[in-house]
């Protein structure tokens, strides 16, 4: 079957209707009743395909069969994944997570059989879709996720029950691209994978190019570790990504759309694969769009594991093939980009936004957000908060909220201590900053950055110096050689670091530091390399007490660094019935003291043998 | 063009050749180098400089181009893989969760470092960064089957199975992905 006109895709979308409305409110939604399963990675991972077999079986015993079972996208729990939505015609639709196959049986019986809500294992959801009729009553208004969890990623059908490629039909039928990229500059949506560059503008720029051939590629790169946002998209709502690609090829004048997949993410390039083939069954890619006489395609190519290829100049080194080494800007990209064309790249989660913005308007999506910065920002929230997972807010909602309200808190009862955002080019936001409104410039000026949104919460057991340094070994792992003070500068702060918290740090360690990361910042030639220093430089400004501690006294108060740790024995309790001399695998035990014995500690490799071999409790770590 | 002179490696015939057909169905077969690449991977486990030669010669291109690139990206390795290979995520989201002491218990349980295999031949450890499981930290991968939640003891516990071959009943797996 092909869609030829709108009218066709209007009717397509009236007969999904009741698919839809069944999903969001219950209300007038059809005959059947319905339970989408969470199955991105991780809810797969956490048993999703167990529990989805589970309730098939479920059904089927019970004579249920005629419930529809359907694997969706991610809804943002992943700290109680597997989770399910049982939506029943009439009934609002009902959450619930931890369920494992015995809590998917119970369900069936329970909910679907009895009509009784498990409470148990009910789950209440936190967000809404912001629309044109959204009250705005949730903490988390759902923009770019807006589809993730309510649409089976692998059936179009379904993305256009949900108003898919309503958008691209829109500006198909208007036929005046420069329109679109006005509106999108109007709308204020700003580039989401860490730049913050203005959306329209980048595509106005490829736009004024001569027309000829002309790129649009979609960075599903992803290398923020701990971050999850674009692949959650991918894996929820790939059409999205795909018609947002056709719309900003349409505005700009390009006929071919690239997305560069990382891959480690072989679940999205899955289901991006089986949404192209399936868009373009439809017509919805290839020749002649929706009868419009616009062409385009999408193609996929595969990142093979190099962070440094997130950033555009070095990703189109590697869709060409080559290594991913970055090149001088400019030329950017939108003059000089793709085979040397005019290419516009584009993070996943900025594209996920371009469709409701079309069919919503421009003023909608400015009217939400902050001065500056318009829209919602997805993050994934991760570290030691009880509700791990994603959450998609407002720009202007604070820090606490997101760590206190949506996250639930810190994990255990335990103390705030930071959070990093940026990934390894931020930096860290402390107990001082929580109620900074999170938008680019406000983060920015507390020394962190919106980055793409990952976002890892530290409680006070987590050493800020070791976490440096954790950052500092990701950057010098990943810089790709190409410049010296990248190459070169990332190993030797790595080195200082690493003497810092083995023990061996001195005083002018810290100035020597500041120096070398911010020359490094002002000398590299690309954006690892110049953002490379911020996670040390925030550290040593928001916790120089603790840099202090550890090259002044030689002390770690969180016990993470085991190079700075002391064993002693204490001689009051110890009895001297010699078990951790037996164990002492470099034999630094003595005895010192009739009975007591005593540790040599410059011959301690601190591996904590007598600590556990002790009855007595008399092995005492400093 | 010459394909197969004599070479080290074992090249069985039938699987050069379903590299050489998925070659030939290619329309942009240099700036697919890296998807060959991955598609020889898949086939031959690992990719041998005799193998990145071949490639090379098939694609008409400097065997110096496609070193360049298999030596920049770490998905490709040059070297033999072991039987299992079990990867440890050294992301930030598990690293706060005490990612560390997990690859430390793995290192010394398998006795090798990142990139090595095991003496047994049995696994090669790496140490990758997220997988998208971050929810379930501090996590490693055996092969396509993710392990959540690991403690020093768990991650020794696994490796202890797989050895003895009783991986099936994997009682830690969360799933395979
Ligand atoms: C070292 C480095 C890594 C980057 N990684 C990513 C990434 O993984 N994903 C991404 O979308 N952008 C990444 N970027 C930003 C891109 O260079 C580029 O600005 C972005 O893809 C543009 O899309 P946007 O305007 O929609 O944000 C990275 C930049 C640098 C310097
Ligand atoms: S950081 Fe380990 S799975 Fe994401």
Redesign the interface.
Known sequence: MKINTLSQLSKLREDGAAVCQLRESGIGGGSTAEILVGMA??G???????TFAALERALRNRGLSHVRLVKVGCIGS??C?PTIQVNIPGQEPVFYGNVDEDAAIAIVDSHLLKGNVLESNRLQIGYEKAGLNSKGQKKQQRIALRNCGSVDPENIMDYIAFRGYEALGKVLAEGNPEAVVNSIKASGLRGRGGGGFSTGSKWQATAQQPTGEKYIICNADE??????MD?SILEGDPHSVLEALAIGGYATGANKGIIYIR?????AIERLKIAIVQAEELGLLGKNILGSGFDFTVEL???????VCGEETALIH????????PTKKPPFPSISGYLKKPTTVNNVETLANIPPIILNGAGWFSGIGTEKSKGTKVF?L???INN??LVEVPMGTTLREIVYEIGGGIRNDRDFRAV?TG?PSGGVITKADLDTPIDYESLKEIGSMMGSG?M?V?DDS?CMVN?AK??LG?TRDES?GKCTPCRIGTKRMHEILERITNGEGVPEDLVKLERLGNTIKISALCGLGQTAPNPVLSTLKYFQDEYKAHVIDHKCSTGSCKGLLRYRISEEACTGCRACVKVCPVNCIHLANKPAYRIDSAVCTRCGACLAACKFDAVIVE | METTKSTAMDFSKETLKALDDYIESLDDK??????I??KAQELFGYLPQDLQLYIARKLDIPAA?VF??VS?????AQEKRGKHNVSIC????????GAERVYDALRSALGVEAGGTSEDGLFTLNA??????????P?ALIDDK?F?HLSEEKIKDIIKEYREGMQDEDQYA????
Not at chain 2, 30 to 35: D, N, R, S
Not at chain 2, 90 to 97: I, P, R, S
Not at chain 2, 174 to 177: H, T
């Open positions: 990675t991780c797969v991972a956490a048993g999703g395909k167990q992943c700290y994944e290398g923020d570790p701990g971050a999850f692949r891959a480690e993410y072989p679940l190519r595969l990142g093979a594991g190099a962070f590697s869709v060409e093939g080559g290594r991913g080494e994934a991760v570290g030691k791990v997972g990093q990934g990952g890892i530290m987590d976490i954790f950052y990701f790709c | 240099q700036g697919l180098l890296i998807h690449l991955h181009k360049g690139v920049f990206y770490s998905f490709f050294m992301g930030t989201a598990c690293f706060v969760q990758v960064r997220c997988i998208g499981a971050c929810g379930l930290a996590v993710v959540g969360e799933s395979a992905v």
